[in-house]
């Protein structure tokens, strides 16, 4: 899956996010990729997962080409991911999105195939939110915990803070980091959060080696990585989450 990040805009109540897909499926017609990430945005605004996820819950659904009032296709689907950015180093979660663009936007479908249009960018109203202060960034910031989702659209230009998209692929039953820059094999990290216990394989699930329950995908390194222990450690301590504190509701 291709894995791509943007940052959020907000000015007063209104909130605007644009990002690149991530996959075209040319025979089904379906568009996929991030439609909202949880990272702290220029205004210094965090928009949650839980917010994003209540908000496409209550979408209807219709596709716009750039914003302009007319539908030319449907969300198919929508579920929350996962994304790791590896030059910062941290975890983000978000809304991953399928859209089905309609055979009688054939006009659109083009644009999106020849990458005229290149991402999806959503619209939408903040309700509810709290302040915050976070303490690696020294800076008050907003934790936005509600908000009504208006439109969701297909966009010619959409913001990507990061000049490398990735995408992770199955080459003879291996995970494959593929990009511009990278093509190299990868392993996968898992945490038993109660034993302390870390373990790095290519399979896509764990077991815990003390109990046996599934431990926690918490990413990924690269195979010759040489500073791979480095990694695993910093893996970890991301897993933990955004340190926040000093909140007080707005």
Same mark, same amino acid.
């Given at each position: 899956m291709t894995i791509s990040k943007a940052q959020w805009e907000s000015d007063g109540d209104n909130l605007r996010l644009s990002m690149p897909f991530s996959k075209v499926d040319k025979e089904r017609r379906i568009v996929s990729g991030f439609a909202t990430l949880d990272n702290i945005d220029k205004q210094n605004d965090i928009v949650t997962t839980d917010a994003s996820l209540k908000a496409f819950a209550k979408f209807r659904g219709n596709i716009r080409e750039m914003h302009e009032p007319i539908a030319v296709g449907k969300m198919v689907a929508f579920k929350e991911d996962k994304y790791f950015d590896p030059d910062t180093r941290k975890f983000y979660t978000g809304v991953y999105v399928s859209a089905y663009v309609s055979k009688g936007a054939q006009a659109t479908w083009e644009k999106v195939t020849d990458g005229t249009l290149s991402g999806f960018s959503i619209g939408g109203k903040m309700n509810k939110w709290d302040d915050g202060y976070d303490e690696k960034m020294d800076k008050q910031i907003r934790i936005i915990k509600d908000y009504d989702l208006v439109e969701l659209s297909l966009v010619d230009n959409p913001a990507n803070q990061f000049a490398n998209i990735m995408s992770i692929e199955k080459v003879d039953g291996v995970d494959v980091v593929k990009s511009e820059m990278l093509n190299t094999e990868i392993e996968n990290v898992f945490w038993d959060s109660e034993n +302390? /216990?870390?373990?790095?394989? $290519?399979?896509?699930?764990? !077991?815990? &080696? /003390? *109990?046996?329950? &599934?431990? $926690? *995908? /918490? +990413?990924?390194?690269?195979? *010759?990585?040489? @500073? $791979? !222990? @480095?990694m695993i450690k910093f893996l970890v301590d991301s897993a933990k989450g955004i340190n926040l504190s000093k909140m007080t509701k707005e």
């Open positions: +302390g /216990i870390v373990t790095v394989s $290519k399979e896509e699930s764990a !077991a815990s &080696p /003390i *109990n046996g329950t &599934p431990m $926690k *995908n /918490i +990413g990924f390194v690269e195979t *010759n990585d040489n @500073e $791979k !222990a @480095e």
